[in-house]
């Protein structure tokens, strides 16, 4: 974690659940959330920026406070991308619904819950969670990280992708 950027930007999380939960999310209610890969999208603009918002994802433990929290009480952390950023886009749509909808779109995502991570989303996203049957997620994540650096999506420059169970990293 010594590596993540002080700075404010977008990130996500690769999620793997082993077996099936119910769980209650906040005003969400209760969802059964199964087995497979789940992909959270989220932003840190305030103090300490992505290490502080992303360390304390990784750290676990904490009060509940985002709905992300409660699928990380039975979920594992298996990877995350991050895009450094001050910017939201040429378009002004925030980095993580442009992630989001990205993800979305593709043949084998589905929204296991509608609002989760964006109850406060003025773009239009269905979800910032996406659910992939168990594959290999990091293609679309680092896909989408050279899609950002081409498109000048960000003024602070940095990209990256880690897998925290193999230990490979991916900086662009």
């Known amino acids: 974690m010594d590596d993540l950027p ?9 999620i793997r659940l082993s077996d099936t939960f119910p769980l209650v999310v906040g005003k969400l209610g209760r969802s059964v959330f199964s087995s497979g890969i789940y992909v959270y999208l989220g932003s840190a603009h305030g103090p300490g920026g992505i290490k502080a918002r992303l ?9 509940i406070h985002w709905h992300i929290d409660y699928l990380l009480e039975v979920g594992e952390v298996q990877a995350y991308g991050v895009i450094g950023s001050k910017l939201s886009s040429p378009a002004q749509i925030p980095l993580e619904c442009q992630w989001a909808q990205y993800l979305t779109n593709q043949d084998s995502a589905e929204i296991p819950v509608p609002g989760f991570g964006a109850s406060d989303c003025k773009a239009g996203c269905q979800s910032h969670l996406i659910q992939f ?16 650096c081409s498109a ?10 880690r897998d925290l169970l193999s230990g490979q990293a991916l900086s662009l």
């Open 133 to 148: 049957p168990v594959m290999d997620i990091s293609d679309y994540l680092s896909e989408f990280i050279e899609m950002a």
């Open 152 to 161: 000048r999506w960000s003024e602070a420059g940095v990209y990256m992708y």
């Open 55 to 63: 360390g304390r994802h990784l750290r676990g433990g904490g009060r």
């Open 6 to 14: 002080i700075h404010p930007g977008t990130y996500a999380l690769i």
